[in-house]
């Protein structure tokens, strides 16, 4: 039993900021890891950032630079700070995390409902 809420995705113009939060609540051992996805209308969902076991950041060549993705270990919660905004980056992003439940021995993979990033002027 484990949730994964976002929150802050909305409607920005080219150039401007947005920041995606997403905390995990259930019956949680431990996060192993945690990042975001997005899928555009049309296209297959694609990675856009990340953070492996010893915090390690990974990002998709379309938004080094500009994104970045942080972690806060004791609210169980990970961030998506974004910069420089194109209508390119308009998608439905999606939480995710892998998760050790309570009672297992290894983890699972749990997702976010998504929530609407628009980038238009």
């Known amino acids: 039993q484990v949730q994964l809420v976002e929150s802050g995705g909305g409607l920005v113009q080219p150039g401007g900021s947005l920041r995606l939060s997403c905390a995990a609540s259930?019956?949680?051992?431990?996060?192993?890891?945690m990042g975001w996805y997005r899928q555009a209308p049309g296209k297959e969902r694609e990675l856009v950032a990340a953070?492996?076991?010893?915090?390690?950041?990974n990002y998709a060549d379309s938004v080094k630079g500009r994104f970045t993705i942080s972690r806060d270990y004791a609210k169980n919660t990970v961030y998506l700070q974004m910069n420089s905004l194109k209508p390119e980056d308009t998608a439905v992003y999606y939480c995710?995390?892998?998760?050790?439940?309570?009672?297992?021995?290894?983890?699972?993979?749990?997702w976010g409902k998504g929530t609407l990033v628009t980038v238009s002027s």
């Open positions: 995710n995390a892998d998760v050790t439940v309570a009672g297992f021995y290894y983890g699972m993979d749990y």
């Open positions: 259930g019956s949680i051992f431990t996060i192993n890891t």
């Open positions: 953070l492996t076991s010893g915090n390690n950041p």
